[in-house]
Each structure stands twice: as C-alpha cells, then as structure tokens.
C-alpha cells in the first residue's frame, strides 16, 4: 500500500465530509464543528462580521446563526436566542441527523453484526 494511495484515501474522505455524503462524514464533520464551537469563545475572537447574503440582499435570516451556535454550546441559552431565533430548529434538527447518522452506523458496523450473529 504506497503512500498515493493513503493519499486518495484521504482527499476521498475529506471530499465526503465537505459534500456531508454519507453518515460517517456527517459524524464526523459535525463532531469537529461542535468541538471548534464548544472550546472556542468566538466573541473572543473579534472576528469582522461578513455575510455575502447581507451584503447582496441587505438581508440574511441566517445572520448570526454561528454566533448563536456557539453561545449555545457555551451554556449562554439566552444569548444563543437573541442572537438569531432558528436556533430553535437547528439544535433539533442537527440532534436528530447525528443521532440517525450513529445509530445507522451503529448497526452498519462489524461489531454489531458479529454481536447478532452470536446469539
């Protein structure tokens, strides 16, 4: 197994993460945004405020959604509401696609079925 082939490997994966493809990437990418989300304070950061949709429109029903995320991951609920109200269907619904993503996983993996296959 040479090295170009871990390679390929590698921009393969990266490549389903980015597109969210299947539910290993989405784990994955969404256990690295919580993670960057949870350590990170990004008020902190003082960050410039840039929105391509905001600057377009001069309106985004998305603007800060990732400020609200972070808030919330920080404990600061009602931050995380004030900050933009779709975090009341976010959360959920990023909940639910993790938990369906691990939950396929779960039963997709060797150990599961070597489990069943015992008994």
């Known amino acids: 197994m040479g090295t170009s082939f871990i390679r390929n490997k590698m921009s393969d994966f990266f490549f389903q993460c980015i597109s969210l493809g299947t539910p290993i990437a989405r784990v994955v990418t969404f256990i690295i945004g919580i993670s960057v989300l949870t350590c990170l304070d990004l008020n902190s950061l003082n960050l410039p405020d840039f929105c391509i949709w905001e600057m377009l429109f001069a309106y985004c029903p998305a603007d800060g959604s990732t ?53």
Do not use: C, Q
């Not at 976010?90 to 369906?100: H, Y």
């Not at 997709?108 to 079925?113: C, G, I, N, W, Y």
């Open 67 to 119: 400020r609200a995320l972070n808030a919330f991951f920080h404990g600061r609920w009602e931050d995380a509401i004030s900050y933009n109200l779709n975090i009341l269907v976010v959360i959920p619904v990023m909940a639910g696609i993790l938990a369906m993503d691990m939950l396929k996983l779960i039963k997709t993996s060797k150990l599961f079925k070597n489990a069943r296959s015992s008994r």
